[in-house]
């Protein structure tokens, strides 16, 4: 079956303009993380989607990025006004529920010029 | 707030030497998961351990969980080219409004040749 799906792929944008990133998670996957990861770093957490519950939105680094998941599927993670410091890999994991293993996309690496 | 440590940060070994990161909690964890991460890629689930001091192989890799349940290893047998990247492990938040994994460190491995 399909896996986790993000696009773009790559995005190279000015500083100060918006993003919009894409996860399509696994079908029958509850639950979805956004990882920020900059090059040879660990995983920063952004954000948790389970189910109907609120969202989990402690790892936001600022009031510029927020996210949405549409239908208990797609999600979107929006930059606004971005700085070169959010340049870095973004992944989209998604699972069966809190606590089961996660399967990743193969990420958007964004460049902020 | 809740961490999980992993040590070394970095390891560097010679094609065919032994191997071994350590994950440590600050607080004592239902299960614990280990993922892969190869460079230029996406975290890859590896295993998952519940029971107090429990240990599975994978062929050349064994995991351990402590019997505290606060900590756990990945040992790596004889090394080879293939085994080079971040090995993360990742426990379940005790926090009692979020069920999110929480993600360690990670241990960037590499092998010579």
């Known amino acids: 079956g399909a896996g986790v799906s993000q696009s773009p792929s790559n995005k190279v944008t000015e500083k100060g303009k918006d993003v919009e990133l894409r996860c399509d998670p696994i079908s029958g996957h509850t639950a979805l993380y956004w990882y920020r990861q900059s090059l040879g770093q660990g995983l920063e957490f952004l954000i948790y989607?389970?189910?109907?519950?609120?969202?989990?939105k402690s790892g936001l680094p600022s009031d510029r990025f927020s996210a949405e998941r549409t239908g208990g599927s797609v999600s979107t993670l929006t930059i606004q006004r971005t700085q070169q410091e959010d340049s870095a890999v973004y992944l989209c994991?998604?699972?069966?529920?809190?606590?089961?293993?996660?399967?990743f996309g193969d990420g958007t690496r964004l460049s902020i010029l | 707030g809740q961490q999980v440590m992993q040590i070394p940060q970095y390891q560097h070994v010679q094609e065919g030497e032994d191997f071994t990161t350590y994950c440590n909690s600050s607080?004592?964890?239902?299960?614990i998961q280990w993922y892969k991460q190869r460079p230029g890629g996406h975290p890859v689930f590896l295993i998952q351990l519940v029971k107090s001091g429990e240990v599975k192989k994978q062929k050349r890799l064994t995991f351990q969980f402590g019997e505290a349940k606060k900590n756990s290893s990945l040992h790596i047998t004889a090394t080879q080219t293939t085994d080079v990247g971040t090995y993360f492990c990742?426990?379940?938040?005790?926090?009692?409004?979020?069920?999110?994994?929480?993600f360690g460190t990670g241990t960037r491995l590499q092998v010579f040749p």
């Open positions: 990742a426990g379940p938040s005790v926090s009692y409004n979020t069920d999110k994994l929480i």
């Open positions: 989607f389970q189910g109907n519950s609120a969202p989990d």
């Open positions: 994991a998604s699972s069966f529920g809190g606590y089961q293993p996660q399967h």
């Open positions: 607080t004592t964890l239902s299960n």
